[in-house]
């Protein structure tokens, strides 16, 4: 019995070494979180260009912070409730007021799965009501069963879709201690319920996912025709900076979306002429010049990819 009991303590001294060394491994590969000043009243915290691992706890997403005379507005959530908690954090170092309000450009996972730790703060949720029809589907279920295994720990079964308090269909502006801000609707584009969001008063554009910077965009199952379009619409605005969902901020808004559009109009316009031919996607894939792009982060990952899914939506466009 001695000698089970002595057995099984060694066992459980090396698990402890082994748990403690991965925890110390894991804690040296956590990105650092810092808010960086956009504005008066505007900062923003910026995620990696990278895919989403445990190690870096799925930060590969921006988040905008406004601090308003009577609390603070959060324009999307984070990849986790671990990361939405950082964030509160860093928040706190900047005021003391209350978090009221929280903004989300779309549903992706990256952008809403903190959404749960600011709801439980008693803040308001705002998203387009397109987001429903994601929030309900099977996509939605399986890609949160698949996070949990791919993101554990700091995706697990305590982490849960949230849906938003308020769900808007058009234009609308929101005001918040005063401050206001110009939601509107400009999918389907990235998504069905891309919201953009303006703080005209210091000319600060919270883009989401329509604007990626320094690495290749996430196309999916987007409709890039109207992304295209909508990326055309943001100059309206006439912002003097662009919050991007990914990357650095723009502030040369014309010369700085133009590296998603051109990337857009490249895959539409390669994979376009292949289905209209009815060349084989890997035939297709090969003979197309990817060089403007090769060098950007997470080309190797997601280029064919969204190749692919543009060339299968070029042929649905032919059929209508």
């Given amino acids: 019995m001695k000698k089970y009991d002595h057995v099984s303590r060694l066992r459980g001294l090396c698990l402890g070494l082994i748990w403690s060394c991965l925890n110390a491994v894991q804690a040296a590969d956590v990105p650092q979180m810092t808010l960086q000043q956009v504005s008066a009243s505007a900062w923003y915290a910026q995620g990696l260009s990278a895919l989403g691992t445990p190690g870096n706890q799925n930060f590969i997403s921006n988040a905008g912070v406004v601090i308003t005379p009577t609390g603070v507005v959060v324009i999307d959530a984070l990849g986790s409730p671990a990361l939405a908690a950082r964030l509160v954090t860093e928040i706190k170092k900047l005021t003391p007021l209350p978090i009221t309000h929280v903004l989300v450009t779309h549903y992706h996972a990256d952008h809403i799965y903190g959404l749960q730790v600011f709801k439980a703060m008693g803040a308001k949720i705002v998203g387009h009501r397109a987001a429903l029809m994601y929030l309900n589907s099977d996509t939605a279920r399986l890609r949160l069963e698949a996070s949990r295994e791919q993101l554990t720990p700091w995706i697990d079964g305590n982490t849960q879709l949230v849906a938003a308090d308020e769900w808007l269909d058009g234009d609308k502006e929101l005001v918040v201690g005063g401050v206001v801000f110009q939601a509107r609707p400009v999918g389907p584009a990235h998504t069905p319920e891309d919201l953009t969001f303006y703080l005209p008063s210091e000319k600060v554009l919270f883009a989401g996912d329509l604007v990626f910077r320094s690495r290749i965009p996430f196309v999916g199952q987007a409709d890039s025709r109207h992304w295209i379009t909508a990326l055309d619409q943001l100059l309206s605005f006439d912002a003097h900076v662009i919050v991007p969902g990914h990357g650095p901020l723009s502030h040369e808004a014309r010369k700085d979306m133009q590296q998603t559009r051109e990337y857009l109009v490249c895959l539409r316009t390669a994979m376009g002429r292949a289905a ?45």
Avoid: C, I
């Fill in 276 to 320: 209209e031919a009815m060349e084989p996607f890997d035939e297709a894939y090969k003979n197309t010049d990817w060089s403007q792009f090769e060098h950007l982060p997470l080309f190797g990952v997601a280029n064919r990819m969204n190749a692919y899914n543009t060339y299968l939506l070029m042929e649905h466009e032919a059929k209508q």
